[in-house]
C-alpha cells in the first residue's frame, strides 16, 4: 500500500507504477456504492424518502447501530478514505457534491437558489430546508472521512501481537 500514496515515483519498480495508474483509474469505482449508501441516509434524514414506511428507517437504523456498524458503516468509511487517498483532491469533492446533488449550493457564481430543484416540484422553503440538511450531512461526511480512525480491539490484538513476534 505504501506505492498508493507515495510521492516518490523515481523509487517504485515498473509493475507498481502500473498497478497504481490502474487503482487511479478505478478509484471512483472503490468508493462508489459506500457513498451511494451515504447519501441515501443523507436523503433519508432529509425526509426525501418519506413513502417507503419504517423499512428504509430500520435499514438506515441497524446500518449505523454497534452491533452492525463495523461490517457496514465502518467498512463503507474506510473505503471512502481510500478513495479520498488515491483520488486527486478536487476530483474527490466534485464527485461527492453530484452525489449529493449540491452543485447549486456549491457554485460561488451563482445566488444559490434556483427555481429549479434537482429533487422535483417542491415549495421554496422546503427546497431550502432539504438543502441545508443535505449539506450538513455531506460537511458531517468529509469531517469523518478525515477524522476516523478504527482502533484495533484487544481481541484483535491478542491475535496479531503473538503472530508478529513470530515473524520478528
Known amino acids: 500500500m ?6 516518490d515515483v523515481a523509487s517504485l519498480s515498473d509493475e507498481e507504477i502500473s498497478i497504481r495508474q490502474q487503482i487511479r483509474r478505478m478509484a471512483s ?6 457513498l451511494r449508501a451515504l447519501v441515501l441516509c443523507a436523503q433519508a434524514s432529509a425526509q426525501l424518502w418519506r413513502r417507503n414506511g419504517f423499512s428504509l428507517v430500520n435499514q438506515i437504523h441497524n446500518y449505523y447501530s454497534p452491533l452492525c456498524r463495523a461490517e457496514m458503516f465502518d ?12 483520488r486527486p483532491p478536487t476530483d474527490f469533492l466534485l464527485h461527492v457534491i453530484c452525489r449529493f446533488r449540491l452543485i447549486q449550493w456549491a457554485d460561488q457564481s451563482g445566488d444559490g437558489g434556483s427555481k429549479q430543484t434537482p429533487f422535483g416540484k417542491m415549495e421554496p422553503e422546503e427546497t431550502g430546508k432539504i438543502i441545508v440538511i443535505l449539506a450538513e450531512e455531506m460537511l458531517h461526511l468529509l469531517i469523518m472521512i478525515v477524522d476516523f480512525y478504527k482502533a484495533a480491539s484487544m481481541d484483535d490484538l491478542r491475535i496479531r501481537v503473538p503472530h508478529f513476534k513470530r515473524i520478528l
Open 2 to 7: 505504501r506505492f498508493l500514496v507515495s510521492t
Open 29 to 34: 469505482t472503490l468508493y462508489e456504492m459506500p
Open 75 to 86: 467498512r463503507d468509511l474506510l473505503m471512502m478514505q481510500v478513495g479520498a487517498a488515491i
